[in-house]
């Protein structure tokens, strides 16, 4: 690598040697851009809407015994199969399923697709139909539940109704009674009409 000469103490540096090393790491490098251009690029899928339902309140209010044989999927918090993780609360569940490295596990970029104007006016109508969908199953059921609530609410009137009739018959009825009991007991039955 280098050569010391006796009558001069300073190192001299041998070029030829240097050179030839330079040579080698560019031609590796060159040879291992080549092998990287020839790899198929990979290309991630653009974000898309989730199409099932983010379940954070299963295990609301439950307890669970957990020793250290527990798998860390079911140790306390919620569990992300993706990317093998606990996270605490569901908040930050919540923040790590709409963040990058879990996007990425799953094969996303974050770039979202454009959507054309075309695009943007179906979408309208497909809201606009479920809306009025909606709207007139609403309006139907809403019908049925009001006119069920009417009718309860009459019979319930009408029986308000009976049961007051009932009580006042019966309150006139117990008064007879009483003026009819007074009277035998003090001695007469009646009030001194003779009619025969």
Not at 40 to 55: M, N
Not at 62 to 91: A, L, M, R
């Amino acid at each position: 690598m280098f050569q010391e000469t006796v009558e001069d103490h300073r190192r001299k540096w041998d070029r030829e040697e240097f050179e030839k090393i330079a040579a080698e790491r560019l031609a590796e490098e060159l040879e291992k851009d080549e092998r990287d251009r020839k790899k198929p690029v990979v290309r991630r899928e653009l974000l898309k809407q989730r199409d099932y339902k983010v379940d954070l309140d299963s295990k609301l209010g439950k307890s669970i015994v957990i020793t250290k044989n527990t798998p860390s999927s079911q140790s306390g918090g919620y569990y992300c199969n993706v990317c093998d993780c606990v996270v605490k609360d569901s908040i930050n569940f919540l923040d790590h399923i709409n963040g990058k490295k879990h996007q990425r596990n799953l094969g996303m970029s974050m770039r979202v697709e454009r959507s054309s104007l075309d695009q943007v006016k179906k979408r309208f109508e497909v809201n606009k139909r479920k809306l009025d969908e909606k709207k007139k199953d609403y309006d139907l059921e809403q019908r049925v539940k009001e006119l069920r609530e009417e009718e309860e609410k009459l019979k319930e009137y009408r029986r308000e109704k009976k049961k007051e009739k009932k009580k006042k018959v019966e309150e006139v009825f117990t008064k007879e009674n009483d003026e009819d009991s007074i009277a035998s007991i003090m001695g007469f039955s009646g009030f001194g009409t003779s009619k025969k």
